[in-house]
């Protein structure tokens, strides 16, 4: 019976510890807790939040200087949220595979290799 106890209290204490962090609510040592963000970024955040709330997370990437697609997918799973929510990276243009490629190569007069197209 105390080991479930004492199994449930630890489970509780992590859920507190890994609690989202949103970013329009953050005090300096909220955004400070997050792995990724020290001083300058947090100065920089509460400037750009002093001027209007992030409404999403491609407002946060474009308003706060340092913060690119990865940066905020790192942050994101580190508990850092923009109106609740999980950052969502975009979705990547997929590349062309090697028939496409060599469908693309033949209509243009080149060789195509696995890496790039070259001319003969």
Partial sequence: ???QLLAGFMALVASLSMAAVDVNKATVADLDSIKGIG???S???LEARGKAPFK???DFIARVPGIG????????????TVEGEAYKRPAMAAKPDKAEKVANAKSTGTKATDNKVQKP
């Fill in 1 to 3: 019976m105390f080991k």
């Fill in 56 to 58: 999403n997370w491609e």
């Fill in 69 to 80: 697609d990865k940066k905020a997918a790192k942050l994101s799973a580190e508990g850092l």
């Fill in 39 to 41: 001083p300058g970024t």
């Fill in 43 to 45: 100065a920089k955040i």
